[in-house]
Antibody, heavy 121, light 110 residues
Framework: QLQLQESGPGLVKPSETLSLTCTVS??????????WAWIRQSPGKGLEWIGS???????YYSPSLWSRVTMSVDTSKNQFSLKLTSVTAGDTALYYC?????????????WGRGTLVSVSS | NFVLTQPHSVSESPGKTVTISCTRS????????VQWYQQRPGSSPTNVIY?????PSGVPERFSGSTDRSSNSASLTISGLKTEDEADYYC?????????FGGGTKLTVL
């Protein structure tokens, strides 16, 4: 059964770069049917899509975050990653990685457990 | 880009039926499929409806989805409410370069 697991620092200083990795286990990231996504949830708030990437590194980024976001894929490690630059306290959130279906509709059918990232000096 | 608006909270008694709405601000609700996610406290979201009205395997038939062009909205209906249905529910749709979530609705089953 496919599983996703986020990893990365839990604390990042303001103005620095947030870096997270999602490891896919129980299946291959090399699937043309899926994209791989990052979604965040600020404390007590709703869900915000950050971006999605295919195994061939086609990317879609949120219009509100695109200038600070870079996503990449490492198929040899079955991982994909997120970099978010120039972070502020407003980037403090629970960050989820997820699998995105793109066959008919575009939606997230499998989610990781999430990793909490706090931005503070 | 459009916004999806949901009621902040709804409540209903066990055994009853509840409907949560999701209204699209611009563009037709029929332009792109709508999905629904359930997020129980302390857990990751799980998909309960995709492509407007399709249930993933394992989701009870008590969960159903629909869209209404006249109100430009989608709805999630849960019948035969159980206490385990108490959770936050989010609608989601998309465009070619964006994925949009509604603000979420807290369902209380009391």
């Amino acid at each position: 059964q496919l599983q996703l697991q986020e990893s990365g620092p839990g604390l990042v200083k303001p103005s620095e770069t947030l870096s997270l990795t999602c490891t896919v286990s129980g299946g291959s990231i090399n699937s043309g049917s899926y994209f791989w996504a990052w979604i965040r949830q600020s404390p007590g708030k709703g869900l915000e899509w950050i971006g999605s990437i295919s195994y061939s590194e086609s990317t879609y980024y949120s219009p509100s975050l695109w200038s600070r976001v870079t996503m990449s894929v490492d198929t040899s490690k079955n991982q994909f990653s997120l970099k978010l630059t120039s972070v502020t306290a407003g980037d403090t959130a629970l960050y989820y990685c997820a699998r995105e279906q793109q066959l008919v509709s575009w939606y997230f059918d499998l989610w990781g457990r999430g990793t909490l990232v706090s931005v503070s000096s | 880009n459009f916004v999806l608006t949901q009621p902040h909270s709804v409540s209903e008694s066990p055994g009853k039926t509840v409907t949560i709405s999701c209204t699209r601000s611009s563009g037709s609700i029929a332009s792109n499929y709508v999905q629904w996610y359930q997020q129980r406290p302390g857990s990751s979201p799980t998909n309960v409806i995709y492509e407007d009205n399709q249930r993933p395997s394992g989701v009870p038939e008590r969960f159903s989805g629909s869209t209404d062009r006249s109100s430009n909205s989608a709805s999630l209906t849960i019948s035969g409410l159980k206490t385990e249905d108490e959770a936050d529910y989010y609608c989601q749709s998309y465009t070619s370069n964006n994925r949009v979530f509604g603000g979420g609705t807290k369902l209380t089953v009391l």
